[in-house]
Nanobody
């Protein structure tokens, strides 16, 4: 069974930075695209960034464009999300998964941005 383990969240002041990591236990990591999602209570999970299987194609939600950078390391089966210039509205639980045909969701990592 594929496991997704997110880490790196925490409490940060507005304007600060965090780097999230997602380790994926799947032998076909290199063949899959991945995305970072976030969810706040009462709202649907939203895709904020995605990266293609080769790492050369990335896409971002307008709300994070220019502030967040997604990347991947095939040797470590890990997807990263570098977050800069954080805003209170970025506060959420962050998850990673494929853009479609989801694996079972991990526990996520909480990001809290104080004003």
């Amino acid at each position: 069974q594929v496991q997704l383990v997110e880490s790196g969240g925490g409490l940060v002041q507005a304007g600060g930075s965090l780097r999230l990591s997602c380790t994926v236990s799947v032998s076909t990591f290199r063949l899959n695209s991945f995305g970072w999602y976030r969810q706040t209570p009462g709202k649907q999970r939203e895709l904020v960034a995605s990266i293609g299987s080769g790492g050369g194609s990335t896409n971002y939600a307008d709300s994070v464009k220019g502030r967040f950078t997604i990347s991947r390391d095939g040797a470590k089966n890990t997807v990263y999300l570098q977050m800069k210039s954080l805003k209170p509205e970025d506060t959420a639980v962050y998850y990673c998964n494929r853009p479609t045909f989801f694996f079972s969701w991990g526990h996520g990592t909480q990001v809290t941005v104080s004003s």
